[in-house]
T-cell receptor
Framework: EADIYQTPRYLVIGTGKKITLECSQT?????MYWYQQDPGMELHLIHY???????EKGDLSSESTVSRIRTEHFPLTLESARPSHTSQYLC?????????????FGAGTRLSVL | GENVEQHPSTLSVQEGDSAVIKCTYS??????FPWYKQELGKGPQLIID???NVGEKKDQRIAVTLNKTAKHFSLHITETQPEDSAVYFC???????????WGAGTKLIIKP
């Protein structure tokens, strides 16, 4: 059972608001990832981190930003939410020590911007 | 660029029958191929994976086969049950780093 948690599970917010989606893992994994997914559709990598103070943008351009100050915590922030940001956001982590590339996922945050 | 093609997008099978989902990858450096199952309202969960030095792997009713020459890999589910209904994703490692290249997903429907 993966120990990776995302909060909130659901968020409905108005245009222009600043939001932070939380992601925490207790497995001590170095690698963490944020994906954007329309329900049941393809996963798009928007940010990843290979360790503390290391963050990179993924394949899909996103107006969100991330930080990695602690190993276990990888929050995603939208400074000014827009309806186009409505989607599901999935956080994942992996140990990626060469033996395994298994990514463990949280349950996701479903964001609706009105 | 690198990509993973997954077929079919939707698969409907009778309970008890077998289901096969196929993926093709483009990155010759890919060496790790996981399959994930995503149930409604949940994040994807790994169900089986295979590395490039193995041609086939089986875990109870689930098996994965890999053809490196053709860059194909497939998921086989036998004796399907209602709880197998979900969206299944294949993925391939991106050569040289820890990222995964994802297929577009297959919605598997098990008819009673």
């Amino acid at each position: 059972e993966a120990d990776i948690y995302q909060t909130p599970r659901y968020l409905v917010i108005g245009t222009g608001k600043k939001i932070t989606l939380e992601c925490s893992q207790t497995m001590g994994h170095d690698k963490m990832y944020w994906y954007q997914q329309d329900p049941g559709m393809e996963l798009h990598l928007i940010h990843y981190s290979y360790g503390v103070n290391s963050t990179e943008k993924g394949d899909l351009s996103s107006e969100s930003t991330v930080s990695r100050i602690r190993t276990e915590h990888f929050p995603l922030t939208l400074e000014s939410a827009r309806p186009s940001h409505t989607s599901q956001y999935l956080c994942a982590s992996s140990d990626g020590d060469g033996r395994s590339n298994i990514q463990y996922f949280g349950a996701g945050t479903r964001l609706s911007v009105l | 660029g690198e990509n993973v093609e997954q077929h079919p997008s939707t698969l409907s099978v009778q309970e008890g029958d077998s289901a096969v989902i196929k993926c093709t990858y483009s990155d010759s450096a890919s060496n790790y191929f996981p399959w994930y199952k995503q149930e409604l309202g949940k994040g994807p969960q790994l169900i089986i994976d295979i590395r490039s030095n193995v041609g086939e792997k089986k875990d109870q009713r689930i098996a994965v086969t890999l053809n490196k020459t053709a860059k194909h890999f497939s998921l086989h589910i036998t004796e399907t049950q209602p709880e197998d209904s979900a969206v299944y994703f294949c993925a391939a490692s991106r050569g040289g780093n820890y990222q995964l290249i994802w297929g577009a997903g297959t919605k598997l429907i098990i008819k009673p």
